[in-house]
């Protein structure tokens, strides 16, 4: 009888897990294809007309097929290389740097032996509620540092952020006290334990925050905007270049519409401008879209650390 009563137990059980196997996998499903809708919009949308676009709107299939927005995007292809070259040099050294620096900070300011760790939490922690404003650190970028249409300009404001170190010591925190003590008994110094002990337990923190380093690298235009002239715009990164092309053709459109240039003086140039914005999201978003897959599986880890802890 009892072992009848199991075997009806497990049989409901398993059948429990089914059902909810079922409902998780359809709300995950549902939930990723709203998410994937808008992307496959501006995916049809880059490879539809402008006319379309301006009369029927946007749709998940091309409209009236063409390919003048990626002919626009890429007219200069050189530039747009040079571009891309630009923010990846950005994304890599940026990313590298900032891991390390970040990793070095996290693992001084959790240890107990620097006296000093609270002191200077507090300085890292005040930063994120007030700030100097604007103008002082214009001044401190152009004039005191003399950074101006360099790439040190790009690469110096977002090599440090307060909220990764945040990620990066609970999870050094994490990491038992006896393993540290353990490599310095073996006779390793601070900067080997950190690398051969530390590092290596870390991974899923150091994609974390990579990930979101490099996409703020990637996606970052404003500093050009500020710090590069238009006498050094072969160090344009990409997004302000593309940024610049739109803005370009929608002034050139308003100039048209004013009178202020002939209309047939530009009958044979297409001007599009709604399939431009879906063609630069395509060309922008496609790096990063691939290459997240690669780090999801350490930066939904990565991101949750501490979630569960007292």
Request: proline share 4%; hydrophobic share 50%; net charge neutral.
């Amino acid at each position: 009888m009892a072992a009848q009563t199991s075997h009806l137990g497990k049989v409901k059980n398993g059948k429990d897990v089914i059902a909810l196997n079922i409902i998780a996998y359809t709300f995950c499903g549902l939930v990723a294809l709203i998410c994937l809708i808008p992307f496959l919009m501006i995916l049809a949308g880059s490879f539809s007309s402008e006319e379309a676009i301006i009369q029927n709107g946007f749709s998940l299939f091309p409209q009236d097929f063409s390919m003048e927005a990626y002919k626009t995007v890429f007219e200069e292809p050189m530039v747009v290389v040079r571009a891309y070259a630009t923010t990846i040099g950005l994304t890599i050294c940026g990313t590298l740097l900032g891991l390390a620096l970040q990793t070095m900070t996290a693992y001084v300011l959790v240890r107990q032996e620097f006296e000093w760790r609270n002191i200077f939490s507090f300085f890292f922690y005040f930063t994120t509620l007030f700030s100097g404003g604007l103008v002082p650190y214009y001044l401190l970028i152009r004039q005191t540092l003399g950074l101006a249409d360099s790439y040190f300009a790009l690469l110096l404001p977002l090599l440090f952020s307060v909220y990764n170190l945040l990620i990066m010591k609970s999870y050094i925190r994490s990491i038992p006290d006896s393993l540290i003590d353990a490599a310095k008994i073996d006779g390793c110094g601070e900067f080997r334990t950190l690398v051969q002990v530390v590092v290596p337990l870390i991974k899923p923190a150091l994609a974390t925050v990579g990930l979101f380093i490099a996409l703020a690298y990637w996606n970052d235009w404003y500093n050009a905007m500020l710090y590069i002239s238009e006498s050094a715009s072969t160090k344009y990164p990409l997004q302000y270049f593309l940024y610049r092309q739109i803005n370009n053709i929608e002034g050139y459109k308003k100039m048209i519409a004013n009178g202020a240039v002939s209309g047939s003086a530009i009958s044979s140039v297409a001007l599009p401008t709604q399939t431009l914005k879906m063609a630069l999201t395509i060309v922008v978003t496609g790096p990063i879209v691939l290459a997240y897959p690669f780090v999801q599986k350490y930066f939904v880890q990565g991101i949750t650390i501490g979630a569960v802890k007292g």
